[in-house]
């Protein structure tokens, strides 16, 4: 069976202020939402019914904020135990002490994903001063621990040029994963982008490295979907090894596999876009995922550009990187280089 994955922001307190995080944008920090333990017991229920409903087995990312600054952390992973629910942890490593390590091990947690945004400079801007010894600091202390430590890197015009050498620093301090997501811009912040050909170059020095140490103990997770048009255009991934049919093979999983759960309980097809669809709190899941609001987010020939490639079925891009630079996931992907007539 299959697992689904949940990406549940259980508090929005954080002990950092990143330039490009949207709970500070939006100017919340100034009240944090956090989700109170009744709430997290009837979302976790909800949960456990979707998937049996789905015939699917949970996989949950708790995050925030930082997850462990909510009061009641412990208790939820208490209870994840309890209910033998896989989970990951994304946040800061501010908090990663041997004995937290040890007792997240203890409850189930698998991976714990840091944040690396550029070389020391670049990233302390980005984050935190003292935040980029800090994060490398927690890397051996969470191995020691037996959870897999994941490596994640914001990209943008901030730091587009450093992220080739960020895969150096993963491998040298033995991060389990290494990968990159773009930054979602709104219409105030589009000169934070890259430009198509200076993402690809960025791509084509990244994978030169990942070549280089393809015999490293780091795996480098191919996150952002663009990777499949690189590969395509190196004959590395050919559409016609699959069926002629109309199935979505890969790509985003918005509407797809993954649901967003906020810490009021609200329901995101994709957190990184306006996506709302419905409640945890209030709204059974599996009629939120098989009903008309999700539905929006699976049309897939309403995409503008990606409905004319021959990759539909397996990359669309991000069309969360496209609805914060153009106003609409349908449109074309700001770094797509593909030209397409």
């Keep these: ?33 956090q989700m109170e333990p009744a709430q997290m017991v ?12 789905a015939e699917r087995l949970p996989y949950l990312y708790i995050t925030g904020g930082d997850p462990i600054l909510h009061p009641q952390f412990w208790m939820l992973a208490g209870m994840l135990k309890e209910r033998n629910i896989p989970f990951a942890l994304l946040g ?70 450093e992220i080739p050498a960020l895969v150096d620093v993963a491998v040298e301090n033995k991060a389990d994963i290494f990968a990159f997501a773009r930054y979602c811009p709104d219409a105030d912040s589009k000169d934070t982008c890259c430009s198509p050909q200076e993402y690809r170059a960025m791509m084509e020095k990244c994978w030169l490295k990942f070549q280089l140490y393809k015999d490293s103990s780091t795996y480098f997770s191919l996150k952002d979907h663009l990777w499949t ?25 918005c509407g797809n596999a993954h649901f967003t759960i906020l810490s009021d309980g609200a329901c995101y097809a994709c957190r990184r876009m ?26 897939y020939e309403n995409f503008e550009k990606c409905s004319r490639c021959e990759l539909l079925r397996f990359c669309r891009g991000c069309p969360a990187v496209a609805a914060g630079y153009h106003g609409s996931m349908y449109a074309p992907d700001p770094q797509c280089w593909k030209e397409i007539s």
Aim: charged share 25%; proline share 4%.
């Design 92 to 161: 800061n490593p501010f908090h990663l002490t041997a004995d937290n390590c040890r007792r997240l091990h203890e409850y189930g947690c698998r991976k714990y994903q840091l944040s690396l945004d550029g070389l020391e400079a670049t990233h302390d801007r980005i984050r935190r001063p003292g935040s980029y010894h800090e994060t490398l600091a927690a890397i051996p202390v969470l191995r020691a621990a037996g959870i897999k430590v994941a490596l994640m890197a914001t990209v943008s015009k901030w730091n587009c040029n």
């Design 42 to 53: 009837k979302v976790l229920d909800n949960i456990q019914t979707f998937c049996r409903k």
């Design 229 to 253: 048009l690189f590969k395509y255009e190196r004959g590395l991934f050919n559409p016609a090894d699959y069926p002629a049919d109309e199935i979505v093979y890969d790509g985003c999983n």
């Design 1 to 33: 069976m299959e697992y689904f994955a949940f990406q549940w922001h259980i508090t929005e307190a954080c002990d950092q202020r990143c330039k490009h995080c949207y709970i500070y944008a939006l100017g919340s920090h100034a009240k944090f939402k």
């Design 274 to 299: 306006e996506s709302k669809v419905g409640n945890a709190l209030t709204d059974d899941l599996y009629t939120l995922f098989t009903g008309p609001e999700m539905d929006k987010y699976r049309i």
